[in-house]
């Protein structure tokens, strides 16, 4: 939001005119700008608590009032900008606005395979039949679960060990997917000759306790 000649930049965002006689902010999601004098001003932010927070949370009740429509956020600041800043009032002439589609989510209805009758028990105690649509996942908790695949042991190894405590206790020794391995790191036939280095401390017995 530009400043006037006789406007002030707050340090929260809200912009004031020298005399505090009015203020001014934008919506937190489509930026359109909007202004309240001293008194309103006064009772929002009771609302709101402090300007830091009207600043980041305010959304503009016309915005509300399209996104209750179902309007994308995207669409209605396409609508602002072909306004000049302005954001007619729902279901109002809209400059340009048909270049502007509102989108709508695709919905559930469209999968459905058929319908069913199932009864409902009421509040009351008795029953009702309501009808309510087939999915091809009604009833199959495993629609969404991918198919099982074999493990493709030369890939799964190729920069982890599938056994770090034979990796590291046994050096590679005894395991079960030892010629299907190709972990960089794993111990070859050669290694299981060298000894194995116990990193023992040597103790020196001093003289004075020598006998």
């Known amino acids: 939001m530009k400043l006037g000649k006789n406007q002030e930049l707050l340090p929260s965002g809200v912009i004031a005119s020298k005399d505090r006689k009015y203020f001014y902010w934008s919506c937190s999601v489509t930026g359109l700008k909007t202004f309240a004098n001293a008194d309103r001003f006064k009772k929002i932010l009771q609302t709101y608590g402090t300007e830091d927070k009207l600043v980041k949370t305010f959304v503009a009740s016309p915005v509300k009032k399209y996104i209750s429509e179902g309007w994308e956020i ?11 800043g302005k954001l007619p009032p729902p279901g109002g ?9 509102k989108v709508r989510k695709p919905r559930l209805k469209q999968f459905a395979t058929g319908s069913k009758t199932v009864p409902v028990h009421q509040s009351s105690g008795s029953f009702e039949v ?5 999915y091809p996942w009604t009833n ?17 190894t190729k920069d982890s060990c599938a056994y770090p405590n034979r990796y590291l206790d046994d050096r590679c020794q005894g395991c ?3 010629d299907k391995c190709n972990f960089k ?8 000759k060298k000894s194995i280095p116990r990193n023992e401390v040597k103790v020196k017995v001093l003289k004075s306790f020598e006998s």
């Open 176 to 178: 079960s997917l030892y």
């Open 93 to 101: 002439k809209k400059k340009a606005v048909e270049k502007v589609k």
């Open 185 to 192: 790191s794993k111990y070859t036939p050669e290694d299981w």
């Open 74 to 84: 995207s669409a209605i600041k396409q609508i602002i900008e072909a306004n000049k």
């Open 130 to 134: 309501e009808t309510k649509p087939v």
């Open 140 to 156: 199959d908790p495993d629609y969404f679960r991918s198919s099982p695949a074999p493990i493709n042991i030369s890939e799964a």
